[in-house]
C-alpha cells in the first residue's frame, strides 16, 4: 500500500509513542479484520514507533509497518517474535480484530515496567486495577483483562506462553517477578468479542490450569520461558 509516513506533517516530523503493536494472524481474520485494523491504526492523532505484522497471509499495508514471514499455529509464538523483531522500548499485542480509539497515545503514560490500559467489551468495561493484580496469583479469575503495553526488555525476560488464556498466565508470571505494573483509567481500546474467537466460551479445564501454575509460581519452582507446561526447577 503507497502511503506517505503519517508520522509526518509537511516539514515537521510528528514523535510517536515509543510502543510496538504486534499483531499475528491467519489470511482469514486478515480478510474478515484487516480493513478496520488499518483504519484503526491510521485514525490513531499519535502513532505508535512500529506496527509489526506477523503473518505469512497476503497483506496491503502502509509502508511504515513491518510484515515479519512467520507463523506458528499456537499463535503466542508469533508475539515473541514480534517483540524480538521490535525495536521500541515498550510493545503491545494488539490482535487484528481488536481496535484502539484515535487518542489511545495521547494520554498513554508509560511508568514501571507494565501498563494495564482499561476498554470495553460486550457493553461492559475489561481493566485491573492495583489490588486486583496485588492478589492476582490467589485470585479465581484474571483480573487483569485490559490492554498490556509492557517494557520490551521485560517481555524478553518473561514471553508469553502458549495457552488459551494467554494475557492471564502473562501477568501472573509478571506478578510472581515482582513487575511494576502502572494502569490508564482511561477506556480507549475496544476488546471485540465474536463467536469463534479463541475465548469466546468458558473452558474450565483450561481455568484449572491457570489455577495451578499460579501455585507453581509461588513455590518458585518454574524455570522462565516460552514452555507450556512449564519447566520447573529441581
Given at each position: 500500500m503507497d502511503s506517505v509516513d503519517p508520522r509526518r506533517e509537511g516539514s515537521v516530523v510528528v514523535v510517536p509513542s515509543p510502543v510496538a503493536i504486534i499483531s499475528p494472524f491467519e489470511q482469514n481474520y486478515w480478510d474478515r479484520f484487516g480493513a478496520t485494523f488499518i483504519a484503526s491504526i491510521e485514525a490513531l492523532t499519535v502513532k505508535p514507533q512500529e506496527v509489526i505484522l506477523v503473518t505469512t497471509a497476503r497483506v496491503d499495508v502502509p509502508d511504515w509497518w513491518k510484515v515479519v514471514p512467520y507463523w506458528d499455529d499456537r499463535i503466542w509464538p508469533c508475539v515473541n517474535v514480534g517483540v524480538r523483531e521490535a525495536t521500541a522500548e515498550w510493545c503491545t499485542h494488539l490482535p487484528v480484530?481488536?481496535?484502539?480509539?484515535?487518542?489511545?497515545?495521547?494520554?498513554?503514560?508509560?511508568?514501571?515496567?507494565?501498563v494495564n490500559v482499561r476498554g470495553r467489551w460486550n457493553g461492559g468495561l475489561c481493566y485491573g486495577t492495583p489490588d486486583q493484580y496485588r492478589n492476582l496469583l490467589d485470585m479465581r479469575n484474571n483480573g487483569m483483562p485490559g490492554l498490556a503495553v509492557i517494557r520490551r526488555k521485560t517481555w524478553l525476560k518473561i514471553p508469553y506462553r502458549s495457552h488459551k488464556y494467554v494475557d492471564w498466565v502473562h501477568w501472573c508470571e509478571m506478578r510472581s517477578h515482582n513487575v511494576e505494573a502502572s494502569f490508564d483509567s482511561r477506556c480507549v481500546w475496544t476488546w471485540v468479542r465474536h463467536d469463534d474467537a479463541l475465548t469466546a466460551q468458558s473452558?474450565?479445564?483450561?481455568?484449572?490450569?491457570?489455577?495451578?501454575?499460579?501455585?507453581?509460581?509461588?513455590?518458585?519452582?518454574?524455570?522462565?520461558?516460552?514452555?507450556?507446561?512449564?519447566?520447573?526447577?529441581?
Open positions: 480484530d481488536d481496535t484502539m480509539d484515535p487518542n489511545f497515545f495521547d494520554g498513554l503514560v508509560l511508568e514501571g515496567d507494565a473452558d474450565h479445564g483450561a481455568e484449572q490450569e491457570v489455577f495451578e501454575f499460579c501455585g507453581l509460581l509461588k513455590s518458585g519452582r518454574v524455570v522462565p520461558g516460552e514452555d507450556w507446561p512449564p519447566k520447573l526447577a529441581q
